[in-house]
């Protein structure tokens, strides 16, 4: 049983070192260094360490070149935990849209990740655009908590491929505690 799960961690170190590592950070507080791994779907590139960096998240996939607008980019974002529960982490960020923007329609989704928590919400604006929003815990042990999220203006024709791109990419992430390697991609910001 043993050899089995070594087996089984080594071909996880294996599939980061192969190129799925988006992102990690380091350690911050009680939070251990942490890293996120998952596929882009094709003809997303991924970005960790140049726009990004410079829009203060963790990482972004986007299509074609970079424009700056929030429109079709898939961005993460990873902090160390404060609140108590995953729920929490949801109820906060829909009080603080609906502070933003009072008529705005608001719909949870389910997202089924299997390997960590995930809740999701649409935000439908009245500055025609749509967010859609997925925090995620990965458990106590990991000290942190993430978002995934990607805006479309209202009625993108676009919009049902994205968000099928997006789902993937949520249900495709994985936490794992980083350890530094050279074999793997230079540090994302940590926040």
């Not at 529960?85 to 603080?96: I, M, N, Y």
Request: glycine share 6%.
């Amino acid at each position: 049983m043993l050899l089995l799960a070594l087996c089984l961690c080594a071909g996880a170190a294996q599939a980061m070192a192969a190129g799925n590592l988006l992102a990690h950070g380091a350690r911050d507080g009680a939070a251990p260094a942490w890293a996120i791994d998952v596929a882009s779907p094709p003809g997303w590139t991924r970005d960790c360490c140049t726009y990004a960096q410079a829009i203060g998240v963790n990482a972004v996939l986007y299509q074609g070149e970079w424009t700056g607008k929030p429109q079709r980019v898939m961005v993460l974002n990873v902090w160390p935990r404060k609140l108590p529960t995953l729920a929490a982490e949801v109820q906060a960020d829909r009080k603080h849209y609906r502070q933003a923007d009072p008529a705005a329609k608001v719909t949870a989704i389910t997202v089924h990740n299997p390997a960590m928590p995930c809740a999701a919400t649409v935000y439908q604006g009245t500055d025609h655009v749509d967010d859609v929003v997925v925090f995620c815990d990965p458990g106590h042990a990991s000290g942190i908590r993430l978002s995934w999220s990607i805006s479309f203006d209202d009625g993108d024709p676009a919009q049902r491929a994205l968000l099928d791109d997006f789902m993937r990419v949520v249900v495709g992430s994985r936490y794992a505690h980083y350890a530094a390697s050279a074999a793997v991609a230079p540090s994302a910001r940590s926040r």
